[in-house]
T-cell receptor, first 116, second 114 residues
């Protein structure tokens, strides 16, 4: 069965520190998609990235970077030089392309607190 | 508006009453999802609609929960005979429904059952 595990419940850092949020997934499918969403205190989930299972190239977007490794079934998210505005709950999610549904299976989230 | 709209934003109801939560997806989006987020918890999948296909109802927790999507657009999530454990934020999302494109979420309806 499909499953997403975010073992870190809460992380606290001081501004300008780098921080990595871990995500481990389980799936039987060879074709799947992985996502990261951010949920700021306002509550609305914000899409950050989507990655398909055939593209293991790491991606960088500004201070954000993602490390996808199929060998360890991980899709980790790193924020470089963190800022107070990065404080939020971050969710990793999995979607399996070959099933008759595009439903997203979410992890339990990691709450990131960045202190000034 | 351009985003996913949910109403009401807050709902307080008495135990045993029925409630209806509404979701207006982004225009043109064929896929619509409902999720539930209990306090401090992750997102629990409830139901998924895609075009005219039969919905994926595999996440509905009991037969007290049902959802409809009329005309391929607006969706209503109905909870009958509400219980205190139904208290949560109910999130709706929509997407273009093509090969797992990103889902856009509404701000949710916070349901409190007293």
């Amino acid at each position: 069965a499909q499953k997403v595990t975010q073992a870190q419940t809460e992380i606290s850092v001081v501004e300008k520190e780098d921080v990595t949020l871990d995500c481990v997934y389980e799936t039987r499918d060879t074709t799947y998609y992985l996502f990261w969403y951010k949920q700021p205190p306002s509550g609305e989930l914000v899409f950050l990235i989507r990655r398909n299972s055939f593209d293991e190239q790491n991606e960088i977007s500004g201070r954000y970077s993602w490390n996808f490794q199929k060998s360890t079934s991980s899709f980790n998210f790193t924020i470089t030089a963190s800022q107070v505005v990065d404080s939020a709950v971050y969710f990793c999610a999995l979607s399996e392309a070959l099933r008759n549904t595009d439903k997203l299976i979410f992890g339990t989230g990691t709450r990131l607190q960045v202190f000034p | 508006g351009a985003g996913v709209s949910q109403s009401p934003s807050n709902k307080v109801t008495e135990k045993g009453k029925d409630v209806e939560l509404r979701c207006d997806p982004i225009s043109g989006h064929t896929a619509l999802y409902w999720y539930r987020q209990s306090l401090g918890q992750g997102l629990e999948f409830l139901i998924y609609f895609q075009g005219n296909s039969a919905p994926d109802k595999s996440g509905l927790p009991s037969d007290r929960f049902s959802a409809e999507r009329t005309g391929g657009s607006v969706s209503t999530l109905t909870i009958q005979r509400t219980q205190q454990e139904d208290s949560a934020v109910y999130l709706c999302a929509s997407s273009q429904g093509q090969a797992n494109t990103e889902a856009f979420f509404g701000q949710g309806t916070r349901l409190t059952v007293v």
